[in-house]
């Protein structure tokens, strides 16, 4: 199993992966809080028990009219914009991983149960990206998704 420092180092000196992270960074960015309660909502419907993990937001389904819930989403966002900010560094980028990976520990939250977001996130992907949606953009932020887990 590769440490977080090694994952960390696998992102930042993979350059075609950084291409595909900041192309598709982009698209997702351009309404940052309607991507973010997108993959809020997919992960509840794709992960009901992660709910659980979520009860200090609220009733979780009334989405955008849920201010607990939309400030969850759109700080979520950008942690990562810092991730995709950070692609050049991995010093920073892993800086702003184990910030991120702090408030995920504090609540109590696994790797594996952080990793149950990459299949929320493929789909908010094939929505938002549309007829450039590829398994390799997939890919590319799975691997970013492994260091945030390596750091928890």
Request: charged share 25%; glycine share 8%.
């Amino acid at each position: 199993m590769s440490t977080f420092g090694e994952l960390a180092n696998e992102v930042v000196n993979n350059s075609y992966h950084k291409d595909l992270l900041r192309l598709s960074w982009g698209v997702l960015s351009d309404d940052m809080e309607g991507t973010g309660l997108m993959l809020m909502a997919n992960l509840f419907n794709m992960s009901p028990e992660s709910r659980l993990k979520f009860g200090r937001l609220g009733h979780l389904s009334t989405g955008r009219d849920n201010s607990k819930l939309r400030g969850h989403s759109i700080t979520l966002m950008y942690a990562l914009k810092n991730f995709v900010d950070a692609l050049d560094d991995v010093d920073r980028l892993k800086c702003v991983v184990e910030k991120f990976a702090v408030n995920h520990i504090n609540r109590q939250i696994s790797a594996e149960e952080f990793g149950k977001i990459v299949g929320p996130f493929r789909a908010v992907l094939r929505i938002r990206m549309g007829d450039y949606f590829d398994e390799e953009i997939v890919a590319a932020w799975a691997a970013l998704i492994a260091v945030v887990q390596a750091a928890l």
